[in-house]
């Protein structure tokens, strides 16, 4: 059964930092993309990030770009959000979310339960 | 980017009855690359629908969707208990891949 379980959501102070984790079992993480999503309180989804299979490939929002770095360790089947200079308008729940493997543009087949970041003094 | 507006906000139904919801874009969106997604509370979104009218693998066929261009509904035909929850839509053709805000579908 594939699954995607968030970590290290929490309270941050505005310009602090923290950095997300999203393990992911049941298949095997190099051959899928990644990608975080997030939802700010009372407000849609919002694509933040993705990542290539290998790693080798990323992109952002521009809200986040220079910001949040995506990262992945296949070893660990575990992907990551380095989020730095937080503001108050990145508290939101965070998904991490699979890429189908539907070659090209494709929609995201499998998401964790998120992980709350709020940013606030 | 391409805006997803959905249409009703909350769509308050009783089991049984048919529930018709729309996704409406401010460009046009290739009928290839539009997705439907179900969220319950605390729990993980679930795609429904891709390229606009594929059922994903294990969704019952009571869900259906339709639509091209710039207009996609998404149907379910018979309400049952578990149906009841967020629904949002996502074109995921251009960048940045943009969701929809979401319709509510309650119990009435």
């Known amino acids: 059964e594939v699954q995607l379980l968030e970590s290290g959501g929490g309270l941050v102070q505005p310009g602090g930092s923290l950095r997300l984790s999203c393990a992911a079992s049941?298949?095997?993480?190099?051959?899928?993309?990644m990608s975080w999503v997030r939802q700010a309180p009372g407000k849609g989804l919002q694509w933040v990030s993705s990542?290539?299979?290998?790693?080798?490939?990323?992109y952002y929002a521009d809200s986040v770009k220079d910001r949040f770095t995506i990262s992945r360790d296949n070893s660990k089947n575990t992907l990551y959000l380095q989020m730095n200079s937080l503001r108050a308008d990145d508290t939101a729940v965070y998904y991490c979310?699979?890429?189908?493997?539907?070659?090209?543009?494709?929609?995201?087949?499998?998401w964790g339960q998120g992980t709350l970041v709020t940013v606030s003094s | 980017e391409i805006v997803l507006t959905q249409s009703p906000g909350t769509l308050s139904l009783s089991p049984g009855e048919r529930a018709t919801l729309s996704c409406r874009a401010s460009?046009?969106?290739?009928?290839?690359?539009l997705a439907w997604y179900q969220h319950k509370p605390g729990q993980a979104p679930r795609l429904l629908i891709y390229?606009?009218?594929s059922r994903a693998t294990g969704i019952p066929d009571r869900f259906s969707g339709s639509g091209s261009g710039t207009d996609f509904t998404l149907t379910i035909s018979r309400l049952e208990p578990e149906d009841f929850a967020v629904y949002f839509c996502?074109?995921?053709?251009?960048?940045?891949?943009?969701f929809g805000q979401g319709t509510k579908v309650e119990i009435k």
């Open positions: 979310a699979r890429f189908s493997p539907c070659g090209g543009d494709c929609p995201f087949d499998y």
């Open positions: 460009q046009t969106v290739s009928s290839t690359y």
């Open positions: 990542i290539n299979s290998v790693g080798s490939n990323t």
């Open positions: 049941g298949f095997m993480s190099n051959n899928f993309a």
């Open positions: 390229g606009a009218s």
């Open positions: 996502q074109q995921y053709g251009s960048s940045p891949k943009t």
